[in-house]
């Protein structure tokens, strides 16, 4: 069984297009989260959701719009990309603000390379 | 600018040997510490996480928090190949809830 799952895997695409990125988990969590990992590794949170609500926005620019049509769910939608956009994206969920450890489990990365 | 420091190394080990992986921290009211491992071209994974000052074992990973000192490491005892990895140090700066902020990661390397 899947903890956090994302779509796709992978996603090459053009300077300009517009793509998504889904993900959902399976774990029951209220809060889910879309990290950035850049070519050098470092990884940066960019948003987070608490029960399909806003609790985290970074600065982002704001061609990146996250949506979350329910607490499973948090998609990541990119206008206009540019080359810069080109990273691996994580997406994490972590139980808070229920009881337990508040530790955040990471889905399998979105791998975007922009042309 | 709340901050994780790690070098990046690589830390390179002999199989069996004891890897000490260390990480600081600059704020002060952080209140819990993550190590999370990843594989090259994988996700993260949690490993281990604390609270409290002190140690925490967990089979052979240990993890150290000095909050006095803003110092966090975790130590593996009979490294294993299977141990090469690059290690996160995580740190949830304020409450439970708030995203982590990540060091840049060691690597460590664990030859046979």
């Known amino acids: 069984d899947t903890a956090v799952s994302q779509t796709p895997k992978y996603l090459v695409t053009q300077m300009g297009n517009d793509k998504s990125i889904k993900c959902e988990q399976n774990l029951g969590h209220d809060t889910m989260y879309w990290y950035k990992q850049d070519s050098k590794k470092f990884l940066k949170i960019m948003f987070s959701y608490n029960n399909k609500e806003l609790i985290i926005n970074e600065t982002v620019p704001n061609r990146f719009s996250p949506k979350s049509p329910d607490k499973a769910h948090l998609n990541l939608h990119i206008n206009s990309l540019e080359l810069g956009d080109s990273a691996v994206y994580f997406c994490?969920?972590?139980?808070?603000?229920?009881?337990?450890?508040?530790?955040?489990?990471f889905g399998p990365g979105t791998r975007l390379t922009v042309l | 600018q709340k901050e994780v420091e790690q070098n990046s190394g690589p830390l390179s080990v002999p199989e069996g040997a004891i890897a000490s992986l260390n990480c600081t921290y600059s704020d002060r009211g952080s209140q819990s510490f993550f190590w999370y491992r990843q594989y090259s071209g994988k996700s993260p994974e949690l490993i281990m996480f604390?609270?409290?000052?002190g140690d925490k074992e967990d089979g052979r990973f240990t993890a150290q928090l000095n909050k006095a000192s803003q110092y966090v490491s975790l130590l593996i005892r009979d490294s294993q190949p299977s141990d090469s990895a690059t290690y996160l140090c995580a740190v949830n700066p304020d409450q439970a809830g708030t995203a982590l902020i990540f060091g840049k990661g060691t690597t460590l390397s664990v030859s046979s």
């Open positions: 604390i609270y409290s000052n």
């Open positions: 994490a969920s972590s139980p808070y603000p229920s009881g337990g450890p508040d530790t955040q489990y």
